[in-house]
């Protein structure tokens, strides 16, 4: 006859075999490539779909025990920061890995003068992720289109070659109509218009940031070292 304690104790290891099976599958969705899909906070931005993510996610120093320890050691002040587990956090220089070029027209470094100072505060203009956040599926996930209010507000231009001068569209605070005529990066050959009224309109570049074609055309200066542009 089964006692008691012979019940209980194979229930509790029934409980022990299913927590430690329970603790190697969020293990496994959490750290591991094959959960990728799980833990990812959205969908990939436009032309990102084919990239895995160790692509940009690089690897945290250490292995999984030294980072716990490590986290530990933190918990109980003996490490002054913490450190990460798995991967280590997207920044510029990942982004530029792929998409760095010479001819962009609003490169990262020209930002950090101090004459844009003001620019980083309300922008951030400097962080890429600032108008391309990762996992949003989308192209350009800034909101505004006015954006270029924050550096081109002073703009004078000597020999003006559109219908309407830049200095009247400032005036009148037209911010929204730049982007029908200047490709932010340059990232495409296209001729520009002289005529205000035959530039883009916004609701075609809005299109594009979320993900639709070019306004700007499909001729591209630099092709991306990765799947998309």
Not at 172 to 201: A, Y
Request: hydrophobic share 30%.
């Amino acid at each position: 006859m089964r006692t008691k304690a012979g019940g209980a104790r194979k229930w509790q290891n029934r409980a022990y075999l299913t927590g430690i099976c329970f603790g190697l599958a969020i293990l496994t969705f959490t750290v591991f490539p094959v959960g990728e899909w799980f833990h990812a906070k959205g969908p990939m931005n436009t032309g990102h779909g084919k990239l895995a993510c160790a692509a940009c996610h690089k690897n945290a120093p250490g292995s999984f025990r030294q980072q716990i320890q490590a986290n530990l050691r933190h918990a109980v002040g003996r490490r002054k920061a913490l450190a990460p587990f798995g991967r280590l956090p997207v920044g510029n220089a990942e982004c530029m890995a792929c998409h760095e070029r010479p001819n962009d027209r609003h490169p990262v470094y020209r930002f950090l003068e101090p004459r844009f100072s003001q620019a980083r505060e309300k922008l951030r203009p400097h962080q890429c992720v600032s108008c391309h956040a990762e996992h949003q599926g989308r192209r350009v996930t800034l909101a505004e289109t006015g954006y270029c209010v924050n550096c081109h507000k002073d703009t004078r231009l000597k020999k003006d070659p559109i219908d309407v001068s830049h200095a009247d569209l400032i005036s009148g605070k037209q911010w929204d109509s730049c982007l029908g005529c200047h490709d932010f990066h340059g990232n495409h050959i296209m001729q520009i218009e002289k005529s205000v009224d035959k530039r883009t309109p916004t609701e075609k570049i809005r299109a594009y940031f979320d993900g639709g074609p070019s306004p700007y055309g499909t001729t591209l200066r630099y092709k991306a070292k990765q799947d998309g542009q």
